[in-house]
Nanobody, 132 residues
Framework: QVQLVESGGGSVQSGGSLRLSCAAS????????MGWFRQAPGKEREGVAT???????RYIDSVKGRFTISQDNAKNTVYLQMNSLKPEDTAMYYC??????????????????????????WGQGTQVTVSS
């Protein structure tokens, strides 16, 4: 079991910046893929960015060039630096973790570190509000 705690959310004006943090504890060493997701009121949850143990990152098109996901392995913390924020970025932001290698029926399988993967561990979320 992995515990994830997000922080850093808040209210900013359009064009502003925020940095979200996600502190992991528990059995986090088995979780080598971390992701940030968001959900706006009345909308489905969407994946924003992922980072794997090698530092490879992926982003959805709407945040490319504005958001940066990074990690500090010594602190077991993942960050999401958000610049040039827009009102449409307003949402609850969640951190999630998954192991890309898993054991099932005596065999090891690999899964992709991407927002389309099923993440089993989630934080409680932190609210980001961007005003125009």
């Amino acid at each position: 079991q992995v515990q994830l705690v997000e922080s850093g959310g808040g209210s900013v004006q359009s064009g502003g910046s925020l940095r979200l943090s996600c502190a992991a504890s528990g059995d986090n060493q088995s979780r080598d893929c971390m992701g940030w997701f968001r959900q706006a009121p009345g909308k489905e949850r969407e994946g924003v960015a992922t980072i794997d143990s090698d530092g490879s990152t992926r982003y959805i098109d709407s945040v490319k060039g504005r958001f940066t996901i990074s990690q500090d392995n010594a602190k077991n913390t993942v960050y999401l630096q958000m610049n040039s924020l827009k009102p449409e970025d307003t949402a609850m932001y969640y951190c999630a973790a998954v192991a890309t290698i898993y054991l099932r029926g005596g065999y090891y399988y690999a899964r992709e570190c991407s927002t389309s993967t099923d993440f089993p561990d989630w934080g409680q979320g932190t609210q980001v509000t961007v005003s125009s």
